[in-house]
Structures are given as structure tokens and as C-alpha cells.
């Protein structure tokens, strides 16, 4: 119920903006975030944003990308800019229906997750 897309390769210093639309049985959406794995690495925490509410970002990605919503459309964006080879990864969307949790950037605080779209930075 949530699919990613926006991924592709882009040369060092370059943008890309991922997209993830929530669609079917997921009704309330409090969080939606992005997080990503790179190959032989553990799946770790990008951005998120909370419906209303505030964003938080990774300190690795502060200054560089920007986490947007579309709470009508049930849409997150992340608009990456200055790539650098470090972030290639497989980039997960995820979203949390809990209206009293903030979802922040634990994996098991949400609920649904996209399939993921890779990310390849050249240098």
C-alpha cells in the first residue's frame, strides 16, 4: 500500500526527488518517513514528518535533504540535494497510524513500508 518510486543514478553533487503515495487500506497516517540500506548495511533512519507537525532529519542528510508532505494526496517527497556516493542505498518510505506515538526514527514504529527504490550515486 505504499509505493516508492523517483529513484535512479545521478553523478555526485547532483538532486532526485522520491515520491511514496499511500494508497488502499491504510486510512490514518500520522508519520511518514524515509529511511534507506545500503549494501552489507543495516537499514537506517533518513527523515521523517509527522502529519501537522514537525520534521526530523538523520544527521548525515541535515542541510541537504528536504522531507514534504501531501497529507490529501497521502504522499511524502524527499528532495535530495548535494549526493554524494555515500548515499547510494535502497530508500524506503514508511508510514504510522499511531496518533499518540511519535514514529521518529525507529523502523518498528511503523507500520506499512514501500519496496524500496534504489538510489545510485556516481563520483
Known amino acids: 500500500q505504499l509505493q516508492a518510486s523517483g529513484g535512479g543514478l545521478v553523478q555526485a553533487g547532483g538532486s532526485l526527488t522520491l515520491s511514496c503515495a499511500a494508497s488502499g487500506r491504510i486510512f490514518s497516517i500520522y508519520d511518514m518517513g524515509w529511511f534507506r540500506q545500503a549494501p552489507g548495511k543495516e537499514r537506517e533512519f533518513v527523515a521523517t514528518?509527522?502529519?501537522?507537525?514537525?520534521?526530523y532529519y538523520a544527521d548525515s542528510v541535515k542541510g541537504r535533504f528536504t522531507i514534504s508532505r501531501d497529507n490529501a494526496k497521502n504522499t511524502v517527497y524527499l528532495r535530495m540535494n548535494s549526493l554524494k556516493p555515500e548515499d547510494t542505498a535502497v530508500y524506503y518510505c514508511a508510514s504510522s497510524g499511531n496518533a499518540r506515538l511519535l514514529a521518529g526514527s525507529q523502523p518498528s514504529n511503523y507500520d506499512y513500508w514501500g519496496q524500496g527504490t534504489l538510489v545510485t550515486v556516481s563520483s
Open positions: 514528518r509527522r502529519k501537522n507537525s514537525g520534521t
